[in-house]
Each structure stands twice: as C-alpha cells, then as structure tokens.
C-alpha cells in the first residue's frame, strides 16, 4: 500500500494471483520436460534457485529505495 496506495491494492493482489497461477500452470511441466531431456532434476532446481535469488534481489533493491523515500532523500 505503500507504493500504489489503498485504492489500488484489489488490482495489485490480482496481478499477483495471476502471476502465480502461470507459474503453478506452467512450472511442473517445464521441469517435467526438463527431466525428460537430462534425466534429471538438476536443471529444474537450480533454475528455480536462480529465479528466487533474482526476486530476492529486486525485492532488496525496492525496499531500500522505500527506505529513502520515507526519510526524504
């Protein structure tokens, strides 16, 4: 709410479902083909890794651009 405001929050948290509901339809097929073509999970994990590190990342990089917002820099 910080960033968008009260208003906008229904349509935040929609895109957000939206967002997961492809990654839940799309995710256990692609790491099924994966495991087809290498015989194994290996590939799937570590791109699921590497995802998470990279959200992890954009979460850090806007939550301390939050921070000097609020102290007014």
Same mark, same amino acid.
């Given at each position: 709410?910080?960033?968008?405001?009260?208003?906008?929050? !229904?349509?935040?948290?929609?895109?957000?479902?939206?967002?997961?509901?492809?990654?839940?339809?799309?995710?256990? !097929?692609?790491?099924?083909?994966?495991?087809?073509? !290498?015989?194994?999970?290996?590939?799937?994990?570590?791109? !699921?890794?590497?995802?998470?590190?990279?959200?992890?990342?954009?979460?850090?990089?806007?939550?301390?651009?939050?921070?000097?917002?609020?102290?007014?820099?």
């Amino acid at each position: 709410m910080d960033y968008f405001g009260g208003r906008n929050v !229904s349509g935040i948290i929609g895109i957000l479902y939206t967002s997961v509901a492809f990654g839940t339809l799309i995710g256990p !097929s692609a790491a099924g083909f994966a495991f087809d073509l !290498s015989h194994s999970y290996t590939l799937p994990i570590l791109a !699921s890794a590497g995802a998470n590190i990279v959200a992890a990342a954009i979460v850090a990089a806007t939550s301390r651009g939050a921070s000097a917002n609020k102290q007014g820099g």
